[in-house]
């Protein structure tokens, strides 16, 4: 695609009971310095009046809309699923009944794929507010750790490494190239650990085909409803050193065990649907590779010495450690590994 010729624009907008959100979104779409070629609306049943709501908005709109209706619910993956299928735009933007974008949103994204023809997935920053768009209480970047050190990784090629420690991209700030929907529809019904948005992440990751903008260009609203949000989760209790050499080893296996699955399942879900020498493939293999030498140790601690250290010596317990955890964690994780 070249900077001269212009990409037909798509939203995919999802709603769900979202009557008393609606109409301010609606209003940021409007404002747009670009506006959409079309807006592909998909309510999941709702019955709170959204329904009726939509008609209305539709009717007025400068643009033309289409308004479809699930006799079920099916809830936020299928819905969105239905309507990225639905959107006949060369540029598909996801759009969520509850936040707010800024009028350059769209003028920006579309600019940035005119000029990055192989990415096929970008996305952009956010400013989380509060339940009546008041506020700027941060970026949404900060609340789900991509912070400048995971930025860094991302660009030298470690997308796929990123996105394994856990989903960066929230699907209201992307957009998708429709010839890249193949590859992500349908959307499996069970990816550990994602939802829609972190799979069409995990797919472009594969690829390295998806790349973000560093600029908020949206707001982000907080709110009881949301299925998702960044609202502040309940830590787990720290495995002290102690308890290391007490607890039971088959609750210290558990988490790795269930790590290992998750990895093998997005593994096979990926290789139905990415060719086999996708670069990404290479990242997620090495960390499935770590976390089943770890799930599997042998009884004898003495035969667990080689794998550990090998592991360790390839960089592998500092890749893998949390962000968050402190130098040492690496090392207590090596120490546990062959002794536990």
């Known amino acids: 695609m070249t900077e001269s010729a212009r990409p037909t624009i798509s939203i995919a907008l999802c709603t769900y009971e979202g009557k008393a959100y609606l109409p301010m979104q609606w209003q940021s779409l409007l404002d747009q310095k670009q506006l959409p070629d079309e ?124 996105m394994l420690d856990g989903n960066r991209v929230m699907g ?14 349908p959307v499996p019904t069970d990816i550990p650990g994602y939802i829609y948005d972190g799979w069409i992440a995990l797919a472009a990751a594969a690829l390295q085909a998806i790349d973000f903008i560093d600029k908020p260009l949206q707001l982000y609203r907080t709110h009881v409803q949301q299925q998702i949000g960044v609202r502040e989760q309940e830590a787990a209790d720290p495995v002290h050193l102690w308890d290391r050499f007490v607890r039971h080893r088959a609750g210290k296996l558990a ?55 090998n592991s360790l010596r390839q960089g592998n317990y500092n890749r893998y450690a949390d962000a968050s955890a402190n130098w040492y964690a690496p090392y207590l994780a090596v120490l546990g590994d062959i002794l536990e």
């Not at 209201?172 to 529809?185: Q, W, Y």
């Not at 699955?261 to 670069?279: E, G, H, N, V, Y």
């Open 255 to 309: 988490p790795l065990r269930e790590k290992q699955a998750q990895l093998t399942q997005i593994r096979k879900l990926l290789a139905d649907r990415i060719p086999p020498d996708a670069s990404g493939f290479a990242q997620l293999d090495r960390r499935l590779v770590h976390f089943t030498m770890r799930s599997h140790l042998s009884p004898n601690r003495l035969f667990r010495i080689v794998p550990v250290m």
């Open 172 to 185: 209201c700030a992307m957009v998708i190239r429709r010839s890249f929907l193949p590859t992500v529809l």
């Open 39 to 162: 807006v592909v609306i998909f309510d999941d049943h709702s019955t709170d009046g959204t329904a009726e709501l939509i008609q209305q908005l539709a009717a007025e709109a400068p643009f033309p809309v289409r308004v479809l209706k699930n006799s079920v619910r099916l809830g936020s993956n299928k819905n969105f699923e239905r309507a990225l299928a639905e959107c006949t735009g060369d540029l598909i933007f996801i759009c969520d009944q509850d936040d707010f974008w800024l009028p350059e949103k769209i003028n920006t994204l579309v600019h940035y794929m005119q000029q990055h023809s192989a990415t096929q997935v970008a996305f952009c920053d956010a400013y989380v507010t509060d339940e009546e768009l008041n506020g700027r209480q941060g970026r949404f970047w900060e609340e789900v750790r991509f912070d400048e050190r995971a930025q860094n990784r991302w660009q030298s090629g470690e997308m796929m490494e990123v």
